[in-house]
């Protein structure tokens, strides 16, 4: 059995250089006891190898500098932990990566602890000038962290203030940064910091930028624990700011402008108005409009605009998307592989006339290679792009729209709850027509096998019951108003 101690400065490459010697010796990680400061324990140990051995250690930045973290953290599991990690690494090193891994979740939260104390400790380390006989001028400050994070956290404050010399104390050591070199030194006595004339402007401040509107108390002790308070200066304002913040808010009310300024009318008279273009009168006349579409950005990389097509006068609309990489090319929608796929499924549905058109007109696509791979509109193109989707459907004017997919649905009715307990169900759409709710070919044509068949039957079914409420002339579907 092998002991390592680790010390109370410099753990972590103590820690390195000691796992790594146990590693080329191809010592199991059940052979080795670590611990932390002074060696207290009743039994002998094997001393550590002189030299490294023959066989191979290796690891990768990512792991040295999860336990460069982990192993701030003041428990005792953390180098035991890192080194069965690094043990299990030299074969396996796709391990850590998986979030259900037991080793993997523990390191993950030792280094969660660690990284928010280092943030406490950079939001909260209040420095008081020092006397300094230099021409550099001198601060300390004096911090109680959590963990061990001294070596780790104090980096921040040698680059954020280069130019000064500054001391920081923690009751697990010191460090140190003057003129330019930044060390670190064994715990001593807590310092006597003399008073800062400073901490009365910061206190200032302090109370200036304080907005009792948003006062929120359980997320200001979340965020500044009251184990801090008595290291900040600021800390004594703020039951007073407590007190007053009611009566503060109820004078911020009363002096609140209740009239539109003099001066707005100018103001708002030298800003761009934006242009309403007139309502198209057919639906030709909105298939051109929509030619110079510009309402979102999805124009600019999109080759054209895709407008419906089929019968402007059908009782059945089918919304898609948006259109695919062959529709953008040849400004139809439903050309491509799901529109065929479409095709096909309405054939065998005997559905016979329809208007089909796409929530979206443009195609919004990330470029890869000489591809242009398919991305979901998100909610904001969709928004846009629904003023011409209302256009087509005040002209068509159909007694009942089939919903393909997600965004479709969202498009119609404005409800993006998931797809599947909605499939084959009416639902209203803004307007107050009747919306069944389906699949989209292409979700079918992703899918393999068995699932693919069945979401394939699925489509079809709803596409059939579509069309027999199309054939029976029904100008009010059962469970929602018609749109004619």
Known sequence: MYRVTLPTLGFFEAWRDAARRLLTHAVPPDQVEWGRGEDTSLFPADPLPEADGLHAATTTKEFLSLAKTALCHTGTEAPTLLYQALHRHQTNRRALANPADPIARKLSV??????????????FVRFRELPSEGQRRSFGAWFEPDHLILETGTPFFAKRFADMDWMIATPQGVARFEDGTHTFHPPAARPDL????????????FA??????????????????LKYWKNLPETDLIPGMLADAEARVEKMRAAMPTEVPTHAERILSRLPQPSVPDLPNTMEEARAAAMHCKRCGLCEAATQTVWGRGHAQAKLMIVGEQPGDAEDLAGKPFVGPAGQLLTDLMDEAEVVDSWMTNAVKHFKFRPTG??????????????????WLDLERRFVKPTLTVALGGSAAYALTGNDAPLKPRRGKIETAHDGGAVLVTWHPSYILRLD??????????????????????RADLSRPPTASSHV
């Open 110 to 123: 030792l280094q969660k602890a660690v990284r928010r104390d280092i943030h406490k400790m950079h939001a």
């Open 194 to 205: 003399p008073e800062d004339a400073a901490e009365a402007l910061w206190g200032t401040y």
């Open 208 to 225: 200036n930028i304080f907005n009792p509107a948003r006062l929120h108390l359980q997320a200001m002790r979340s965020e500044m624990p």
């Open 370 to 387: 000489k591809r242009r791979m398919h991305q979901n509109p998100n909610r904001h193109e969709i928004d846009h792009c629904r003023w």
């Open 449 to 470: 096998g068995p699932a693919a068949a069945t979401a394939r039957a699925e489509l079809l079914d709803d596409l059939a019951a579509a069309a027999d409420v199309i």
